[in-house]
């Protein structure tokens, strides 16, 4: 079955970078989307960035646009998010969620759209 392990998070100062990872494994065909989500204190959890493997479609938030990149390495199966400029906002628990199969846009930011999720990585960005 598919799996997902989120790693890279960490104590940054506001202004700096962190990449997460997403390293998967299961997926049995190429028809699958990668979203990061993130959810901080007492807030909703909320998607960030989305990656579609068939056609590497990347999608970004507006609250991250410019700052966030979402890629990929298939031959590590690996989803990275590349983080720049960090605020103390972007401070969250942050997953990665796959879906096993080629989500429409308006979708990317639905969670029930995803059928797996990663244990989550504390981003946490001191001003």
């Known amino acids: 079955d598919v799996q997902l392990q989120a790693y890279g998070g960490g104590l940054v100062q506001a202004g700096g970078s962190l990449r997460l990872s997403c390293a998967t494994s299961g997926f049995t065909s190429d028809d699958f989307t990668i979203g990061w989500f993130r959810q901080a204190p007492g807030k909703e959890r909320e998607g960030v960035s989305f990656l579609r493997n068939r056609d590497n479609k990347r999608v970004n938030s507006d609250s991250v646009k410019g700052r966030f990149t979402v890629s990929r390495d298939n031959a590590r199966r690996t989803v990275y998010l590349q983080m720049a400029n960090l605020q103390p906002e972007d401070t969250a628990v942050y997953f990665c969620?796959?879906?096993?199969?080629?989500?429409?846009?308006?979708?990317?930011?639905?969670?029930?759209?995803?059928?797996?999720w990663g244990q989550g990585t504390l981003v946490t960005v001191s001003s």
């Open positions: 969620a796959a879906a096993k199969r080629n989500l429409i846009m308006s979708s990317l930011w639905t969670i029930a759209s995803y059928d797996y």
